[in-house]
């Protein structure tokens, strides 16, 4: 729905891109927190729900989701986020995202708990 495409899906690590466009902006022509908020969402459960290269993945919860917001994105940026499985075991998953734009600056970083739902088939 908001054109998040992936970069990179591998052992407990997970990369997403979107370009930003108008629809992404708040009333200030800045993106909207929820679109920073979804992106990390989508990114630190793919990478807990990752189970091996050619296997289906967990189907994932997020039970919590902490997000500072260090700077803004306009239209036109390309924003890339980045997670990362910090630690927890088979059933619940710690995990830490962050989102850059195309120069490289951070603007957005997270903390999650994952719940593991299913095993992989």
């Known amino acids: 729905m908001l054109g998040v495409r992936f970069v990179s899906w591998f052992d407990g690590k997970a990369e997403l891109e979107l370009p930003i466009v108008r629809d992404h902006l708040n009333g200030a022509f800045a993106v909207h927190g929820g679109v920073f908020a979804t992106m990390l969402d989508n990114a630190v459960t793919f990478c807990a ?43 619940l998953v710690f995990a830490q995202g962050e989102i850059f734009n195309q120069d490289g600056v951070r603007l957005a970083h997270g903390d999650a708990v994952i719940k593991r739902l299913t095993a992989p088939t």
Do not use: I, M, Q, W
């Open 49 to 91: 729900a990752y189970a091996g290269e050619d296997r289906p993945g967990h189907r994932c919860l997020t039970l919590s989701l902490t997000t500072s917001f260090v700077g803004p994105a306009v239209e036109g940026d390309t924003l890339t986020a980045r997670a990362r499985v910090a630690g927890g075991g088979r059933k």
